[in-house]
């Protein structure tokens, strides 16, 4: 990967701490204006996102490390490490959502300027739409897990806090406080979810997960309309390790061909691989043709 585009993801990710701490900031003081425990609750999840922003910087800078003796393949699956903490966090404070809302319940709490606070919080609402609709897609373009899981759990965090707001106008006009600690409830179940979300798709990557079949389908039709002169390609393999993607297969040829003839095919193959996807890497097993299965993908 390009050094630019290391240092670019490291600058989101260092961004992406101070848009957390300033959306805490934000929803704390709606949370002192209005004593609400549904505010609360958005608050603490805000707190979420500040630890899993830290966790994701320290992954987008390891995972940029070059390959080296110890790790071959490079350090790109340190990024499912920083989902997998975020996921957990995301489940922590759900938990402790839950406690605060179950009190809220047994004790029912009067809101004081409601509407002022929810106003407050509704700024702290957009800049997380803002800034998580940025990062999942900067996560996409640089095939970074850990920043694409930051923008999805921020965009979590936009979708309960609309139902919060949404609960306090309704609290605020009927005069029925049990509203509020229901709505905490919600947020906890809410981002609950999207925990369970982060840490199944994380763990998937750390189990070598194939690309996905539209993908592959690429690859295929990248393969068969690359080796001419080739008699078929079999035992194709794919897998993801964060922002990398690995690709193997057999190439069988005709027993005749030299094998400086046979190596301009598997350039050929390598070159239109790399140019279609980032960070790819392909290893290619060169066959006599008397190894062919009449099986997988076809020369065209």
Same mark, same amino acid.
């Not at 402790?96 to 002022?116: G, Q, S």
């Not at 095939?143 to 919060?164: I, N």
């Not at 690429?218 to 002169?229: E, H, K, P, T």
């Given at each position: 990967m390009p050094e630019n585009s290391a240092n670019l993801a490291k600058r989101i990710a260092a961004m992406s701490i101070g848009v957390a701490v300033a959306v805490l900031a934000i929803k704390y003081v709606a949370y002192e204006l209005t004593g609400s425990v549904a505010l609360f609750s958005d608050a603490l999840e805000s707190i979420v996102n500040v630890v899993a922003g830290a966790v994701a910087l320290w992954a987008v800078t390891v995972s940029y490390k070059p390959a080296d003796s110890d790790h071959p393949f490079g350090h790109t699956k340190a990024e499912y490490f920083s989902a997998v903490v975020e996921g957990v966090l995301i489940v922590v404070? #759900?938990?402790?959502?839950?406690? @605060? !809302?179950?009190?809220?319940? *047994?004790?029912?709490?009067?809101? @004081?300027?409601?509407?002022?606070?929810?106003?407050?919080?509704?700024? %702290?609402?957009?800049?997380?739409? #803002?800034?998580?609709?940025?990062?999942?897609?900067? +996560?996409?373009?640089?095939?970074?897990?850990?920043?694409? %899981?930051?923008?999805?759990?921020?965009?979590?965090?936009?979708?309960?806090? /609309?139902?919060?707001?949404?609960?306090? /106008? &309704?609290?605020?006009?009927?005069?029925?406080?049990? *509203?509020?600690?229901?709505? !905490?409830?919600? /947020?906890? *179940?809410?981002?609950?979810?999207? +925990?369970?979300? /982060?840490?199944?798709?994380?763990?998937? +990557?750390?189990?070598? =997960? #194939?690309?996905?079949? =539209?993908?592959?389908? =690429? &690859?295929?039709?990248?393969?068969?309309?690359? !080796?001419?002169?080739?008699?078929?390609?079999?035992?194709?393999?794919?897998?993801?390790?964060?922002? #990398?993607?690995?690709i193997e297969f057999h190439l069988v040829v005709p027993g005749e061909m030299s094998v400086g003839a046979a190596h301009d095919i598997c350039d050929r193959i390598e070159d239109a691989l790399q140019e279609a996807f980032v960070g790819v890497r392909v290893s290619i097993h060169v066959e006599p043709e008397g190894e062919a299965k009449q099986t997988g993908v076809p020369v065209l």
């Open positions: 404070a #759900a938990l402790l959502i839950l406690k @605060e !809302a179950w009190d809220a319940f *047994l004790v029912p709490r009067t809101l @004081e300027t409601p509407l002022l606070g929810i106003a407050v919080n509704g700024i %702290a609402t957009v800049i997380n739409f #803002a800034w998580g609709w940025f990062l999942i897609r900067r +996560g996409r373009t640089h095939r970074s897990p850990a920043l694409a %899981a930051d923008g999805r759990h921020m965009m979590a965090d936009v979708v309960t806090s /609309v139902g919060v707001l949404i609960g306090l /106008v &309704v609290a605020t006009w009927t005069g029925w406080e049990v *509203l509020d600690p229901a709505m !905490a409830a919600l /947020v906890a *179940l809410n981002i609950l979810r999207e +925990g369970y979300k /982060v840490v199944t798709s994380s763990l998937s +990557g750390l189990m070598d =997960q #194939a690309i996905d079949s =539209q993908e592959e389908a =690429q &690859v295929r039709d990248l393969i068969s309309s690359n !080796a001419d002169g080739a008699i078929e390609v079999h035992d194709l393999k794919t897998r993801l390790a964060g922002r #990398a993607m690995f």
